[in-house]
T-cell receptor
Framework: DQQVKQNSPSLSVQEGRISILNCDYT??????FLWYKKYPAEGPTFLIS?????DKNEDGRFTVFLNKSAKHLSLHIVPSQPGDSAVYFC???????????????FGAGTQVVVTP | DGGITQSPKYLFRKEGQNVTLSCEQN?????MYWYRQDPGQGLRLIYY???????QKGDIAEGYSVSREKKESFPLTVTSAQKNPTAFYLC???????????FGQGTRLTVV
């Protein structure tokens, strides 16, 4: 039962343009959401997070939007750079319930390719 | 330098053997996790530990075992009962509520 879904396995974008990555979740208890970037044979690197009390969080070129009613979040990367080519994972956790605190659930990832 | 260290980076195991993957963190984090990644798939949670001497099964715990005797260490044993152990294993830690998890560099386990 996949609680976090990234339905686009890949995304190709031109350098300088906007990359938009999408993520949907099913568990209404999730209250903290994160995006990670991963290169092959390496561990994921944290990019940006958002708590359920917000609908937007921005950090440099990265902005995460959260739509709780739709159980949907997205990551915008503007402008896209060649070094952004990687797999991006969406993750979610629920901190309010004792039995699952800190238990991060990950989506399947989206491969982003930024072309010159 | 604070961080999470996984060793070894590559590991080969014969069928029927148990093998232990090491994970050490010096971030003073309470929570630690083990994930597995298979080609084209996301990260699936094997086990997690919220505090020393306590751990919980994740979504795919069968064939794995862990211990958490020290705050900084969370070793994972892949037993012979794990039917498909070849995968990329990732260890992570986090400090508490609404904080991100930091990952190690991973261990690639191959059963030969």
């Amino acid at each position: 039962d996949q609680q976090v879904k990234q339905n686009s396995p890949s995304l190709s974008v031109q350098e300088g343009r906007i990359s938009i990555l999408n993520c949907d979740y099913t568990n209404s208890m999730f209250d903290y959401f994160l995006w990670y970037k991963k290169y092959p044979a390496e561990g994921p690197t944290f990019l940006i997070s958002i708590s359920s009390i917000k609908d937007k969080n921005e950090d440099g070129r990265f902005t995460v939007f959260l739509n709780k009613s739709a159980k949907h979040l997205s990551l915008h990367i503007v402008p896209s750079q060649p070094g952004d080519s990687a797999v991006y994972f969406c993750a979610a956790s629920a901190w309010v319930t004792t039995d699952s605190w800190g238990k991060f659930q990950f989506g399947a990832g989206t491969q982003v390719v930024v072309t010159p | 330098d604070g961080g999470i260290t996984q060793s070894p980076k590559y590991l080969f195991r014969k069928e029927g053997q148990n093998v232990t993957l090491s994970c050490e963190q010096n971030l003073n984090h309470d929570a630690m996790y083990w994930y597995r990644q298979d080609p084209g798939q996301g990260l699936r949670l094997i086990y997690y530990s919220q505090i020393v001497n306590d751990f919980q099964k994740g979504d795919i715990a069968e064939g794995y075992s862990v211990s958490r005797e020290k705050k900084e260490s969370f070793p994972l044993t892949v037993t012979s009962a794990q039917k498909n152990p070849t995968a990329f294993y990732l260890c992570a830690s986090s400090s508490g509520a609404n904080t991100e998890a930091f990952f190690g560099q991973g261990t690639r386990l191959t059963v030969v």
